[in-house]
């Protein structure tokens, strides 16, 4: 009777092992995420439209959110922020010039800084206020 009693207990014991493993194993294994497609009911759920500008925003507020990455430090060579020696030669060339090559890139500078939510107007006056401190 104590060895049937004890096969039971060894028994009970291992198919609890199994059990607890296998929930172990499964969550493991399980996926970390779901894709949700249009129509899904997962996709019911609001998205919060970005923020539009109310109107084309400042030369300072275009510097501070994309220019001054690079600007700030001297990155990839751009000029820095209120240097005057650096700017100089490139104010000498002209505002046009300038503008192009803000717009259109030129060395390390890829097209519009990566600024590609700036229109060229939102460029044209950053470039003037970046001048403007150089000045």
Do not use: F
């Not at 028994?11 to 172990?24: E, G, M, N, P, Q």
């Not at 439209?49 to 109107?55: D, F, L, S, Y």
């Not at 800084?113 to 229109?119: F, I, Q, R």
């Amino acid at each position: 009777m104590k060895i049937v009693v004890k096969c039971v207990a060894v028994l009970a014991v291992l198919v609890s092992s199994y059990v607890l493993a296998t929930d172990d194993i499964a969550s493991r294994i399980s996926p970390v995420g779901e894709v949700c497609m249009a129509g899904d009911p997962c996709a019911k759920a609001a998205v919060a439209a970005a923020p539009v500008a109310a109107g084309p925003r400042s030369g300072k507020e275009i510097y501070d959110g994309k220019c001054s990455l690079c600007h700030a430090s001297g990155a990839a060579g751009a000029p820095k922020y209120a240097d005057n020696a650096a700017w100089s030669p490139r104010i000498a060339k002209g505002k046009e010039q300038l503008y192009v090559n803000a717009i259109n890139g030129i060395g390390g500078m890829p097209a519009k800084g990566l600024c590609s939510d700036c229109s060229d107007e939102e460029i044209q006056v950053a470039v003037d206020y970046m001048v403007s401190a150089a000045q």
